[in-house]
């Protein structure tokens, strides 16, 4: 990897470019995905724009599988060893909720993704959970080999061996065969593309990493010979060769991984290095439209970075990203946010400093909103008519971007975040999408900005609570050209649920003027404090989406296990297990209680420093008359028990307070067990519950609360 590359702002620049495009390609053709050519253009013509509004674009697997599989780099970093495939294969395990969301739960044997998922919950470790020998060669080939690897080739830029043998790894979890050989072929050529001076170069790049003699090398040099050979550069001539050649009735399953490497090839082809007409073809040409869309979006991204990216195709986007893990605080956030992260791992996998002016706000804790990705938003949206949201290359600090806020005769303009998600605010639910918020109460906003209007104005923050409460924080007041940092604490709430962050700007004489603002940075910091009482939840009804009919409980992401509202508990049952996570995903210090209410069987927690479906402590009824303290890595292991009568209908309130590695856990007041954990302890996370072997259990009254160094 060439280390100059990597300090410079250009990689920076030029990931987020590649993934947005990714996300672009992803919507424009989700609507359209499945279909055929011939289908596509009897109905639409060629497709030249994105054809559904979207409120907001809910989750996809497409993106899924890039943004949280390559988080086992963050995730067994402590190790300082080099990443396993069986490490791999827990990462799936750790942000994959139980046949619920982030990707196609078509059934064993039919869906490729479920067909590992239930290979890894049995204990079949990767590679073997993806293997040929395992599943037969027809699962193993579909095309998820290639539409999950995205981030391999941005977190290694400029050396496509090294992505593609990263993106094998992770390929092997759930692919073998050609499905592997397509993974290691995208990531390297998304690798190439940062310093290519060509598509063709790329294509090239991409080849030299893959076996010369396997069949989808064969297939993309007939398409490049065909694109040589085709004087008039028709992308449906060459179309009709792949359909007649490489078509779907030549390959098992439902979706094989080569007619749509076909595809992606034809479309950097003849799409000419022009990221519009490249997504035109390759969506008018049907079959997997938004995987093989996302794949050519991510490599013309990075190849021709941002400013070859029409507004146009940036405008729905918003600069947001919404998930669909197990993990409801990950499910929204931005694509800023997500390319920083994918970096600022390059940086660290390449061993070299992160860029100077990145360097700061790639540290900080809690979630920061900032503007130095050219043409970022960080999904800011307003409310106010005719105000302008514009991305800007003038900064309030020095080195850094802003975003540029105005508007003209109007005495106030305001702007948003989302920090919430209901239904009615996305238009689909085809993968599946949970939420927790990413403001809480107790936690505080800054927003540092500037006035370079001509006159005085005010400048106020406020949140709203989804149940209609809202908090202000106090005024500032700035003369033109001055710059200010502006903090709302927010008290605790009982039974909160912030779903928006608003910034409000006034004048200062409230008549109609000119308003313009900077506004650098706005940071959501601070552990919870606010309690959730569950006769003030809701069920979230999405419909029928993609796996079904699809209902929530507000504020809470699920794995496994049937969770219901009654009356003023939460219902958790379950054959095997079933668990329930909420709260604050950076939580550290704090001090959670709930009362539980045990109605059938053994098994009862309350977890905490939830990182996953495979990682998290609990506290609670562990065994038949057993109370006990348990740490998860994959299954429960048992840190400290003893003997506990409880008796079925009684209520308990199980109280744990956390700080640092130490843990002490308490029912009814009583201390149970103070124990420091030094194997691999877990310094973070989320809440939650769960029920296991068949077990039912009410839980009540889940209480957050801060904790001082002098308690």
């Known amino acids: 990897m060439n280390q100059l590359f990597l300090l410079d702002n250009t990689y920076f620049q030029k990931t987020y470019a590649g993934w947005m495009g990714k996300i672009i390609g992803i919507r424009m053709g989700s609507p359209i995905e499945g279909w055929t050519h011939e289908k596509i253009m009897e109905t639409y013509g060629e497709i030249n724009y994105y054809k559904s509004e979207y409120n907001d674009y809910a989750a996809d697997d497409d993106s899924n599988g890039p943004a949280f599989f390559i988080r086992c780099l963050s995730d067994f970093s402590a190790d300082k060893k080099p990443i396993t495939v069986e490490q791999m294969g827990e990462t799936w395990l750790n942000y994959v909720s139980s046949h619920r969301g982030f990707f196609w739960w078509g059934g064993y044997g039919i869906s490729t993704e479920h067909t590992v998922y239930e290979n890894l919950k ?163 040409c049907g079959w997997d439209t938004d995987c093989n869309a996302g794949n050519v979006g991510s490599i013309l991204g990075v190849f021709k970075g941002i400013e070859g990216i029409e507004q146009k195709w940036l405008d729905p986007i918003r600069d947001l990203l919404i998930s669909s893990s197990v993990i409801g605080n990950l499910n929204i956030d931005t694509v800023s946010n997500t390319a920083q992260y994918f970096c600022t791992l390059g940086c660290r996998m390449a061993g070299v400093s992160l860029p100077e002016e990145w360097a700061e706000r790639s540290t900080i804790s809690g979630r920061l909103f900032h503007f130095d990705f050219q043409k970022s938003t960080q999904a800011f949206r307003t409310s106010t008519d005719n105000v302008s949201i514009e991305n800007c290359e003038r900064a309030v600090i020095p080195n850094h971007r802003s975003l540029a806020i105005s508007v003209n005769q109007a005495s106030s303009m305001n702007v948003f975040v989302k920090t919430f998600y209901t239904p009615e605010d996305l238009s689909d639910s085809r993968y599946d999408p949970s939420f927790t918020p990413i403001l809480f109460p107790g936690q505080s906003v800054t927003a540092v900005l500037m006035n370079i209007g001509s006159s005085k104005i005010e400048v106020s923050l406020a949140v709203y609570d989804l149940r209609n409460k809202t908090t202000y924080s106090h005024m500032i007041s700035l003369e ?192 149970v067990f103070e124990y420091n954990d030094i194997d691999s302890p877990y310094s973070y996370g989320q809440v939650g519950f769960t029920v296991l072997n068949g077990s039912h259990c009410h839980f009540q009254h889940l209480d957050f609360s801060s904790i001082t160094n002098q308690q």
């Open 122 to 284: 049995a204990g079949i470790t990767a590679p073997r959970s993806g293997s040929v020998l395992q599943n037969g060669l027809s699962v193993s080939e579909q095309i998820g080999g290639q539409i999950f690897v995205d981030s391999w080739g941005f977190v290694f830029p400029a050396n496509p061996s090294i992505a593609a043998d990263y993106a094998q790894k992770m390929v092997s979890v759930s692919h073998d065969g050609e499905g592997i050989v397509g993974g290691r072929f995208i990531a390297a050529c998304i690798s190439a593309a940062y310093c290519a001076s060509s598509i063709a170069e790329v294509i090239q790049k991409g080849l030299l990493t893959i076996p010369e003699t396997s069949h989808y090398a064969y297939v993309v040099r007939e398409i490049i010979d065909f694109y040589k050979k085709d004087t008039k550069k028709n992308w449906k001539r060459c179309l009709f060769f792949v359909q007649a050649t490489f078509g779907y009735d030549k390959y098992p399953g439902n979706c094989h991984i080569i007619p749509n490497a076909a595809i992606i090839i034809l479309s950097l082809l003849y799409g000419e290095e022009d990221f519009g007409k490249s997504q035109m073809i390759c969506n008018s």
């Open 480 to 671: 033109p050209q001055a710059t200010g940092t502006i903090t709302l604490k927010i008290p605790r709430i009982e039974h909160g649920l912030i779903n928006r962050f608003d910034l409000t700007v006034f004048s200062a004489s409230r008549n109609l003027e000119d308003l313009t603002v900077l506004l650098d940075s706005v940071l959501f910091k601070g552990n919870p404090e606010y309690t959730i009482d569950f006769d003030r939840e809701m069920i979230q009804n999405y419909g029928f989406g993609h796996s079904g009919l699809h209902q929530e409980i507000s504020q809470f992401s699920q794995n496994g296990g049937l969770w219901e509202l009654e009356g003023t508990s939460l219902s958790g049952s379950c054959a095997v297990e079933g668990e329930a996570y909420t709260g604050f995903y950076e939580t550290r210090d704090v001090k959670v209680s709930c009362t539980i209410q045990p109605k059938l069987g053994y098994y009862h927690l309350v977890n905490f420093r939830v990182q996953g479906a495979a990682r998290s402590y609990a506290f609670g009824f562990y065994g038949k008359n057993t109370i006990a303290l348990v740490k998860k890595h994959n299954t429960y292991k048992v840190l400290e028990q003893i003997p506990f009568q409880f008796n079925m209908e009684q209520k308990y309130i199980l109280s744990i307070t956390m700080r640092e590695n130490r843990i002490l856990a308490s029912i009814d007041g009583k201390t």
